[in-house]
């Protein structure tokens, strides 16, 4: 499948290429690491100063009106380098769910998304639920005008600084609800360390008072992650066009028996095997991306077909990548280990290969 650019979708590529240059690379994500973050403040009202963060949000909520096409090209960019930041969290997921809020909420919290003023965090996994969006445990009880939650979400990505939570939670009448906890400091972070190493959160709430923003909000939550996850295929392929990439260069440079690893068959083989994964996932990106644009019946099926692929093919090419740069394929000073686990991660987040290749199955009839 083919997709051609338009002219200011290529000035956005160049942009984000030239961020990714400055702030992408091996050693700030090591020090970003470090410090325990996931962006500095300053690059973040960077890339809100760019427009990047109102680019999902149509003119009405103060967005850009960007298309799932302009989404793609920046998170594309984005994985090719080793930016580090709460664009998923904050911008896709509970901007995405915010923008299906009530006025109110949506009024008063979407602009300090889009000018870079606040970060969030979306609390729905829990231990026993298995990727399952619907398998929740932590209640919300009635009190007064508001609510109060007690339970336990795990793995809360950007969970650790995130200054407002959106979380899913059972009503008293059992149907499963989204609720705000705009202050993000009324519950317990336990702060942990995700398999990419950027920082996430365990959060437990005991009677952590509440708003609700939607009871029954299992189909707009789950219209939300499947609105993302090709956003997080664009990302992955990213990734893998950096690996091959690197990966064909260190083969041309690395000398073995008198000549380059390069001039290998064997080698040549694996890489050309690399080639084709990232091709697969690519034509199954244009598939879901298309279909969200036009709103296409299939587009849950779409959007779990991309993440098979994305488990698959990603897992690939980062062992091959590995493997062919030897011992120092999973140093930290190399870029290969840490686009190695951001495609874990990646697999990983709403759901692996196996789950989405059962809902997939389910969702095709």
């Known amino acids: 499948m083919k997709l051609s650019l338009d002219s200011e979708q290529k000035l956005l590529q160049d942009s984000v290429a030239r961020f990714v240059a400055v702030h992408g690379t091996v050693e700030e994500r090591r020090r970003l690491r470090d410090k325990g973050l996931l962006i500095e403040p300053d690059t973040w009202r960077q890339m809100a100063e760019l427009g990047w963060l109102g680019l999902p949000f149509i003119e009405a909520h103060g967005g850009y009106g960007g298309s799932p096409v302009d989404l793609m090209v920046l998170m594309q960019e984005l994985g090719r380098g080793l930016v580090v930041q709460p664009y998923v969290s904050t911008v896709l997921v509970c901007g995405g769910l915010l923008a299906r809020a009530p006025e109110a909420?949506?009024?008063?919290y979407l602009p300090a998304i889009i000018a870079g003023e606040s970060q969030w965090a979306f609390a729905f996994a829990e231990h026993s639920g298995r990727y399952r969006l619907d398998r929740v445990e932590t209640r919300a009880e009635p009190d007064g005008d508001g609510v109060r939650l007690s339970g336990t979400k795990i793995a809360v990505l950007n969970g650790k600084h995130a200054e407002h939570l959106l979380v899913t939670a059972r009503s008293a009448q059992g149907g499963l609800g989204l609720f705000l906890v705009a202050d993000g400091d009324s519950a317990v972070r336990r702060p942990v360390t995700l398999v990419d190493g950027t920082p996430?959160?365990?959060?437990?709430?005991d009677a952590t008072p509440a708003t609700l923003l939607q009871a029954d909000a299992l189909a707009t939550v789950e219209e939300v992650v499947d609105q993302v996850i090709p956003a997080l295929g664009a990302q992955a392929l990213g990734s893998m066009e950096a690996l091959l990439?690197?990966?064909?260069e260190y083969?041309?440079?690395?000398e073995q028996f008198g000549q380059p690893?390069?001039?290998?068959q064997v080698?040549?083989?694996r890489m050309a095997d690399m080639y084709l994964h990232c091709q697969a996932l690519r034509s199954l990106l244009y598939r879901a991306v298309l279909a969200h644009q036009e709103q296409a019946p299939d587009r849950a099926a779409c959007s779990s077909a991309l993440k098979?692929?994305?488990?698959?093919?990603?897992?690939?090419?980062a062992q091959q990548a590995v493997q062919l740069h030897g011992g120092i394929g999973m140093s930290d000073e190399l870029a290969v280990g840490h686009h190695f686990k951001s495609l874990l991660a990646l697999n990983i987040l709403f759901g692996d290969?196996?789950?989405?290749?059962?809902?997939?199955?389910?969702?095709?009839?």
């Open 200 to 205: 996430g959160a365990e959060i437990h709430f």
């Open 261 to 264: 690893i390069g001039k290998f």
């Open 308 to 317: 098979v692929k994305l488990g698959e093919s990603g897992r690939f090419v």
């Open 267 to 269: 080698l040549q083989h």
């Open 251 to 254: 083969t041309r440079t690395r």
């Open 353 to 365: 290969a196996d789950y989405h290749l059962d809902r997939y199955i389910a969702l095709a009839g």
């Open 245 to 248: 990439e690197m990966t064909v």
């Open 105 to 108: 909420e949506r009024e008063k």
